[in-house]
T-cell receptor
Framework: DARVTQTPRHKVTEMGQEVTMRCQPI?????VFWYRQTMMQGLELLAY????????DSGMPKDRFSAEMPDATLATLKIQPSEPRDSAVYFC????????FGQGTRLTVV | AQSVTQPDIHITVSEGASLELRCNYS??????LFWYVQSPGQGLQLLLK??????LVQGIKGFEAEFKRSQSSFNLRKPSVHWSDAAEYFC??????????FGKGTMLLVSP
């Protein structure tokens, strides 16, 4: 059963700490997305990759967020330093045109 | 720019009653359209999709949606709602070469 796998599922961290979220896309999918979900903003696209190349990261605060795909089986989203306003659920998805979502990482920054 | 409007933030339906969730989109070309469902604490699950052809598409869990180009709509329907259908539903629009744009979602509550 092919699925997108995200780790960790939950993360609580102190303000100023670095946070790294990982995603294993579905094997064979060459398009990978990072979304953030909050009550106020809903689902926001942070970044997306095609064939491991970043195509659009305009939704991401550049000063503290970074997204990479070291290889075809791993995508990472890093926040450094983290702030309380980064508290949200972060989703990775793969596939195009239809996207398949992981279970998300619930991040709480205190 | 593409956009999706889901005019209903919350909808309450009695168990066994029919359901229709509204979705209107704005897109410059022929759109690909999707409905996703999200249960609490879970990711988004694809319910159904429309790319081309028959404008009435069937999905999982007994859901269907109808594409109406003249109305720029892609409403989701189910003839008889079950308590397990209570969740948040998202409509999305995109193409093979663009990212998906999601609506704000409609929370479905099912009353006994």
């Amino acid at each position: 059963d092919a699925r997108v796998t995200q780790t960790p599922r939950h993360k609580v961290t102190e303000m100023g700490q670095e946070v790294t979220m990982r995603c294993q896309p579905i094997l064979g999918h060459n398009t990978v997305f990072w979304y953030r979900q909050t009550m106020m903003q809903g689902l926001e696209l942070l970044a997306y990759f095609r064939n491991r190349a970043p195509l659009d990261d305009s939704g991401m605060p550049k000063d503290r967020f970074s997204a990479e795909m070291p290889d075809a089986t791993l995508a990472t989203l890093k926040i450094q330093p983290s702030e309380p306003r980064d508290s949200a659920v972060y989703f990775c998805a793969s596939g195009s045109p239809e996207a398949f979502f992981g279970q998300g990482t619930r991040l709480t920054v205190v | 720019a593409q956009s999706v409007t889901q005019p209903d933030i919350h909808i309450t339906v009695s168990e066994g009653a029919s359901l229709e969730l509204r979705c209107n989109y704005s897109y410059g070309a022929t759109p690909y359209l999707f409905w996703y469902v999200q249960s609490p604490g879970q990711g988004l699950q694809l319910l159904l999709k429309y790319f081309s052809g028959d404008t009435l598409v069937q999905g999982i869990k007994g859901f269907e949606a109808e594409f109406k180009r003249s109305q720029s709509s892609f409403n989701l329907r189910k003839p008889s709602v079950h308590w397990s259908d209570a969740a948040e539903y998202f409509c999305a629009v995109g193409s093979g070469y663009s990212t998906l744009t999601f609506g704000k979602g409609t929370m479905l509550l099912v009353s006994p």
